[in-house]
């Protein structure tokens, strides 16, 4: 039953990722980049001073760190650890190239998502902020576009549940703390028409969704707090053993590069033929980058539209730079190991298996702590994954039912239902789960991304014509 299901599923996902979306992303984030006068490398500097520099007197729930940190929170997580290694364990090293090149106009994309978030957001008396694609679909383009809006909110909601919010997230902490406590599962139980499954999986699903629902029931300001100490203290650790690694391999990154070039337009010279087309690696590395950065995919804003600021272009800003720390500094990272080390070339490993062979035959620890250090960042980027979508998504839920509360609260629980199943799906059947509904949720919000391309471009024209960067 299983085999017939992941077959169905690898075609629908397919079919959602096939040319069309692809280009449909790229050629989005290209028109941006080109109506933005590339403006993620003129601004880049500015954006990362921005990044920590709260505005003072700015309206919305939050500051813009801790919105950031709340979009990092939803970004930095499995894709970067487990998404990395199944595109290049599925398209080979090449995918790691697609991922970068997507991940450079995606920044452009990141912008124009967080800028039109707040200029569009609404903000209720008591400070309660509401906005995203949703908002500058039905705002922006216009009442007759409203249906535009209410799809994207449906596959907000399926996103969070089914996709990256829930089931993939955890799906690679149960792989990880098994991978760590019971690999060969000596201790295990057979759960009947399920599978059999490590104690420490059981356990650790257990600890999860109570945990999880520890802090969902805090809302947005429990998040956020939440995210502004894992986040950056769980990046910065897995940022410094990943330079351990690369520095105690470096006569071999170069090499690494090469294959990865090569593979991205050529994936049979590097592969032997296991990976025999551009378009897979192609597919692989956006799918997996989208995953990861979710540049294009309309998330972000949800949380940018929090933020305590009155200038949309400032917070496009600040919003552009998590794609970079994701995907340009932490992918990247990543990838260099999984392809140094051959891990992706081992065979019968998947997942964050893949992570962890280059983990423990890269760095000049036991193995045993190499194995450590990896299940503890995937297991705090992962849970604050989880905690990030739900926001996104009840944000999502919230739009659909006109702040209907008892449908969020249903939906809240709903969601750490999903948290305790998600270690029982297969790895293959959860990430293609995710892919499908990335896929789906991208369509509308590139569709507003590409009609309001005009109205960022004024702004950021207004802006800096005006030298309002000079006075922030």
Known sequence: MWKAINELLASIDNFVWGVPLMCLILIGGLWLTVRLHVLQVRRLPLALKWMVKNEEGGKGEVSSFAALCTALSATIGTGNIVGVATAIAGGGPGALFWME????????????????????????????????????IEQGMGQNWRW???????????????GIGTFSQVNGIASAIQNFFDPEKQHAV????????????????????????????????????????????????????????LICNYRHIPAAIVI????????????????????????????????SNEAGLGSAPIAAAAAQTNEPVRQGLVTMTGTFIDTIIVCTMTGLSIVITGAWQVDGLEGVQITSYAFVHGLPFPAKMSTFLLMMCLVFFAFTTILGWDYYSERCLEYLTHKGSRA?????????????????????????????????????????????????????????????????
């Open 190 to 245: 057979s759960i009947p028409h399920i599978g059999t499954y490590s104690y420490a999986v059981i356990i650790a699903s257990l600890i999860l969704a109570f945990v999880v629902a520890l802090v969902l029931i805090g809302g947005l300001k429990r998040i956020s707090s939440v995210s502004q100490v894992i986040v950056p203290f769980m990046a910065i650790i897995y940022v410094a053993v990943a330079v351990i690694l």
């Open 408 to 472: 969020i609260k249903f939906y809240r629980w709903l969601y750490i239902l999903a948290v305790f199943i998600g270690p029982y799906m297969t790895v293959s059947a959860v990430w293609t789960i995710a892919d499908i509904f990335n896929g789906l949720m991208a369509i509308p919000n590139m569709i507003a991304l590409f009609a309001l391309s005009g109205v960022a471009a004024k702004e950021v024209k207004d802006f800096f014509d005006a030298g309002k960067h000079r006075l922030k």
């Open 148 to 162: 535009l809006a209410k799809i994207f909110a449906f596959f907000g909601i399926c996103v969070g549940l089914f």
């Open 260 to 291: 990865i070039v090569k593979g991205a337009f050529n994936p049979r010279a590097v592969t032997g033929g296991i990976v025999g087309s551009m378009i897979v690696a192609m597919q692989k590395g956006i799918a997996r980058g989208i995953f």
């Open 101 to 136: 090149v997507a991940a450079f106009f995606g920044m452009a994309t990141k912008f124009t998502e967080g800028l039109l978030a707040v200029k569009y957001r609404t903000v209720d008396e008591d400070g309660h902020s509401l906005g995203g694609p949703f908002y500058y």
